[in-house]
């Protein structure tokens, strides 16, 4: 008996192990899909900025 439950044991560490293995790549795969959200989000605000000051200045222009 003493045999298998050796076995045992290794097999439900192995489970273990694939889980955490498992829980850090899905993390992983968050973390990186919230950066790149970030940086989209950056960009279109950096574009917003731009077109709201090319607004304002054709604003002016046909202003005068």
């Known amino acids: 008996m003493a045999g298998g439950d050796g076995v045992f044991i290794i097999s439900l560490l192995t489970l273990l192990a694939g889980l955490?293995?498992?829980t850090a790549v899905a993390?992983?795969?968050v973390n990186n899909g919230r950066q790149k959200t970030d940086q989209e989000?950056?960009?279109l605000a950096a574009v917003e900025e731009k077109l709201e000051k090319l607004l304002g200045a054709m604003k002016e222009k046909g202003s005068e």
Do not use: A, I, M, S
């Open 20 to 22: 955490v293995f498992v």
């Open 27 to 29: 993390v992983r795969l």
């Open 41 to 43: 989000e950056e960009r």
